[in-house]
Each structure stands twice: as C-alpha cells, then as structure tokens.
C-alpha cells in the first residue's frame, strides 16, 4: 500500500482528524468533538471565468476534508477543516492551499447563489399562479438588489470558514516556504502591504518539541514521536522507554504509518488490531545483532580457513557446528 494511502486512512479516523485541529487551535485542549465531525467530498469544482470570458472548469482533490458543526452561544456553528497530508516537503504548499481554500469559497458561492435562484424561480411560480387565482398561499420573499443579483450572493448570506492544516510525515526539518511572500522576491513594502499572505498551518514533527507532541491525545502522539526520533536510535528507546504504555498498544493503523514512513522493520501480525512497537523494536534488534554475529562467524571462518585451519577447529573457535563451518566454505551443501 503507498505511503499517500495508508497516511489519509489514517487521518480521515475521527479521533485523529479531530485531535489535529484541537492541537493546531486548541493547543490540546478537547475542544473539537469526533462526533461533530462530518465527512465531506475532497473533490472541489468550481468554474472561475477564463480571459475570453467562457467558464473554466477546475478540479483538485482534497486529502481529507470534514465539517465540524457545533451549539455555540444558542446558535449552529459550522467550519470545514482540511487536512493534506505529506510524506515529502511541497515547495508550493502555499499556493496549493491557499487554491484549496479559495475553491472551498468559491464552491460556497455558487450553492448560495444555486438556491437562491431556485426560490426566485418558486416564488416567481407563486406569484403567477396567484394572478390566475390558483392559490393563496402567502409568497412574498424579498426580492434581490442588483448587486446581490449579479453575484448570486445575498448581502446577508455568509461563508463557511475554511482551514487547512498540512501534516509533514517526515523525520527531517520542513524547508520550504510557509506562506505566499517566502515563494516571492519583493522588497518593496507598499506593494506587499497591498498584497495578501496565505500562511502554510503546518505540523511537522522535527520542528516540534516533546512537550508540543505531547498535546496530542490520540495515537498521533506515538506516530509524531517515532518519526521525529526515527534516526535517532538513543533518543528513540528514550522515548519508548517515558511512553511505555502507550507506545505498548499502538493502534493498528498508526502503527501502519510509522512502518510506511520510516522503514524501521517493525513486524506485526496480520490481524493484530494493536501493536506492541516496544516489543517488535526489541524483537528487531535481538534479529538485527543475531544477523551481525553471524556474518562476523563466517568472516572469521574464512579467514581462519585461509590460515590453514581445519574445519573442527575452527567449528569450535567460532562457535557453530562442523557441518554448518562446511557449509560457509563451499566444503559440504549444508547451509546455516
């Protein structure tokens, strides 16, 4: 399965897409709830005009996108939360998702503009039907200004709020820029001050402190950890070592993500729904130094044999049968 793949199954979990944005906003605070997450289509449409004036058709594709709906102060209140996911630095994140956002506004203005020109046409249908005497029921819905009827967008209709957060799964420091002016070389004060910046919201854990990945509440918290000290063996057992607990029952998915990104040979059984990293490190690394012994065994096998050793002496000096000495020195075809 591609590294692309397993990571957006993983952030389109609930508890891990909502402890994203309570991290990112909330500074760990529970704020959002899973259950006020609702899944979107990534897929965005919208037809800005072209130059000779015909409409353009544009379509890009979200990694994971919900709606988040909420009772505040008596009243609903929703906002679309995004997340793009990246194994690799995008050194035009900001353009990709300040297009992203713009799309999401863009989309929003043509629905508002979609319904309200099917209540013209109903209240338009009310209106005649009363004229021919076929119905009393009460029409009268304003009618729009010209400005309004010229944008499909009502002076009291508003936007949805839309925010993009970009998870780097990578273990190096993110160098690309992280907003529009880093991607431009201007100087010139008054032109960037009549300009406007879209930032990269990013989460990029070589650049995060123990402490930050510590907000995380959900399986996050393992998968940013093991990543950032992946080339790190040292600080990673460290690590393993303060989160023992957690790190002994990582979820199944999260532990898919730690093997895509950073290779590290952790083994796990197929059906396994949580998985012990601890062991499967320890267990790694017992295969690992049983490997090097035995290539060090059969170094010094052959080089005894160059001195002129019999195969019994040096079976006993490195340690391994007569037959299995053979074997590593083309006399016999049995094989360790």
């Known amino acids: 399965m591609k590294t692309d793949t397993i990571t957006k199954d993983y952030v389109k979990d609930a508890g891990v897409f909502a402890d994203i944005f309570n991290y990112y906003i909330y500074g760990g605070r529970q704020v959002i709830l899973p259950e006020q997450l609702t899944e979107r289509d990534s897929t965005k449409i919208a037809l800005p005009y072209g130059t000779d004036g015909a409409a353009v058709p544009v379509q890009r ?3 994971v996108q919900k709606l988040y709906a909420a009772m505040t102060d008596g009243k609903m209140e929703y906002v679309l939360y995004g997340v793009e996911n990246q194994s ?7 353009v990709k998702n300040n297009l992203y956002d713009a799309l999401e506004y863009a989309g929003q203005v043509e629905e508002a503009a979609k319904s309200h020109r ?3 046409k109903k209240d338009a249908m009310h209106h005649l039907k009363k004229a021919q005497g076929h119905s009393s ?11 309004e009827f010229l944008s499909g967008f009502w002076a009291d209709d508003r936007l949805i709020p839309s925010v993009t957060v970009t998870i780097f799964f990578g273990p190096e420091e993110w160098d690309g820029p992280l907003s529009l002016f880093d991607m431009m070389n201007v100087s010139d004060t008054d032109v960037l001050a009549c300009m406007d ?3 990269v919201r990013l989460i990029a854990p070589a650049q995060m402190l123990d402490e930050e990945i510590m907000k995380f509440q959900s ?7 093991f990543i950032k000290y992946s080339k790190d063996r040292e600080n990673l057992s460290r690590i393993l070592k ?6 002994r029952e990582v979820e199944r998915r999260a532990a898919d993500v730690i093997e895509a990104i950073t290779n590290s040979g952790i083994k796990y059984e197929e059906g396994e729904e949580a998985v012990d990293v601890c062991q499967a490190i320890q267990e790694m690394r017992k295969e690992s130094e049983q490997d090097g012994e035995l290539k060090k065994a059969r170094e010094a096998a052959g080089r005894l044999y160059e001195m002129g050793l019999d195969t019994e002496k040096i079976a006993q000096a490195v340690g391994y049968a007569v037959e299995t000495v053979k074997g590593w020195l083309g ?3 049995v094989l360790p």
Do not use: C, Q, T, W
């Open 242 to 247: 303060v989160n023992e607990k957690r790190f």
């Open 88 to 94: 690799e630095i995008h050194y035009a994140m900001a």
């Open 197 to 199: 910046n879209y930032r």
């Open 61 to 63: 594709f979200r990694d």
């Open 118 to 120: 099917k209540n013209m």
């Open 137 to 147: 029921a009460e029409g009268g819905k304003k009618s729009p200004r010209a400005g």
């Open 219 to 225: 399986s996050l918290r393992e998968v940013m950890f």
């Open 331 to 333: 006399l016999s075809e």
